[in-house]
């Protein structure tokens, strides 16, 4: 009796370690700079290394001039730079799983999809939006009061966090997109291929981390500290 039992327990455990029942998004594939990782529910600390796991339920933080990329399990990159904060939920393996969901506190992020499906394969929510893509890589910044989106390829829908609020937009290659709180998102617009290539340079988050700001290439900080005086 206890011989079955045993092999039982045993083809269960093997029946779940092959249907993906693990707590793994990914590993770490470059980081440069200061790094915290930790668990959202208990607070436990890891260190984060090349090739470190990284699991469904982590949070990750970032210092000024800090950076990490993300490989996922499923071929899908996540590119997290400078005061940054992200929460990971979970992850898109299969066609029936729900999307991969992410969280940007504050800080900017870039999205590149790998693992194509035929619906919606990701949603990245921050505090002012919700970002949804089939297969479109993409960058947010988010701050408390807003994000701003840019559509690297393919089309991003973007609708405000706010149920309230039904304006929502599709973007596409090449168009930006803003989001504030408690406000309609802005009418998409179109940028340049060279606004493009240093579109996450053109902006920093303040450091409350209430609002992004936007730094003039030719003034630089003198044009930062002024915009941060106007809030």
């Known amino acids: 009796m206890k011989i079955k039992l ?3 327990i045993y083809f269960v455990f093997f ?22 990782r930790s668990s959202i529910t208990t607070g436990q600390r890891y260190n984060t290394d090349i090739g470190s796991q990284v699991d469904f339920g982590q949070r990750i933080k970032l210092q000024n001039d800090s950076y990490i990329e993300i490989l996922y399990e499923n ?9 940054s904060e992200v929460l990971l939920y979970s992850i898109r393996m299969k066609v029936d799983d729900a ?13 590149i999809p790998r693992q194509v499906f035929n619906d919606r394969s990701l949603i990245l929510t921050t ?16 701050s408390e009061n807003e994000t701003k989106i840019v559509s690297f390829s393919s089309k991003v829908g973007i609708a405000s966090i706010n149920p309230g609020i039904k304006k929502a937009y599709i973007i596409f290659e090449g ?18 291929d060279t606004v493009i290539k240093f579109w996450m340079d053109n902006y920093i988050i ?7 700001l936007k730094i003039n290439q030719e003034e ?12």
Not at 127 to 142: K, L, M, Y
Not at 206 to 212: F, L, N, V
Request: aromatic fraction near 8%.
């Open 6 to 8: 045993l092999i039982m």
């Open 15 to 36: 029946i779940f370690q092959n249907k993906g029942f693990s707590d793994l998004i990914g590993r770490v594939i470059q980081l440069s700079g200061t790094i915290e």
């Open 75 to 83: 071929g899908t990159s996540i590119l997290i730079s400078d005061e």
């Open 99 to 111: 999307p991969t969901k992410i969280k940007l506190l504050y800080g900017k992020i870039k999205v």
């Open 127 to 142: 505090p002012t939006a919700i970002i949804s893509i089939v297969d479109a890589t993409f960058s947010a910044i988010a």
């Open 175 to 192: 168009e930006e997109i803003s989001v504030k709180k408690n406000i309609p998102p802005s009418s998409p617009v179109g940028i340049t």
């Open 206 to 212: 303040s450091s409350d981390h209430k609002y992004i």
């Open 220 to 231: 630089g900080f003198i044009d930062w500290i002024l915009r941060k005086r106007e809030y």
